[in-house]
C-alpha cells in the first residue's frame, strides 16, 4: 500500500508500519476528527462508485437506478440519505453476489442479457424499475445450484 507521509511516499507492507504512520499523522484531535470524517465519506459512497464500475454505468443511470436527479446523486458521496440505504445495501449486495461467482469482465453483459426468469427483462431493467429485492432474490436464484440439480 502506498501511502504519502508529508513529501514521502511510503511503501507499506504490514499493519504495524501503517499503524506507526496512523501515529504520528493524528497528532491533534482536530486531526483525528477530519481523517475519520474523510474516511466515513470514502465508505459511505465506496457502494455507488463499485456499482458503477462493476455494472459499468454512469453517474447518471446510476443516479436514474435510485430514482434522484444526477445532481443529488453527486452530493451522496458525502451521506447517501436515510431513505435511500436500504436500496444502496441491496445494490450492494447484488454487486458483491454477481463478483464472487462471476468473472469481473463479464458482469456487465450479464446484467444487460434479457432472462426468461425475469420475464424478458434484464437485471439492468429490473434496477431500472427499482425492484432492488427482486434483483437481490434473482442473482440469488441464478446461482443456486439445488434449483438445476435434478
Known sequence: MWLRYGQVMAVTTSRNDIDRLVDDLLTTPATARYVAQR???RL???PLRRFERIWQV???RAASILGVSRQAY???SKAVPA???VAVALLDETTQMLLDRLKVDRIPAVVRRP???LGGLSLLELAQQQRFTDLRDAVRSMFDIARVQP
Open 74 to 76: 453527486a452530493k451522496w
Open 39 to 41: 474516511l466515513e465519506r
Open 83 to 85: 431513505d435511500r440505504l
Open 44 to 46: 459511505r459512497s465506496e
Open 58 to 60: 454512469s453517474p447518471s
Open 115 to 117: 432472462s426468461e426468469m
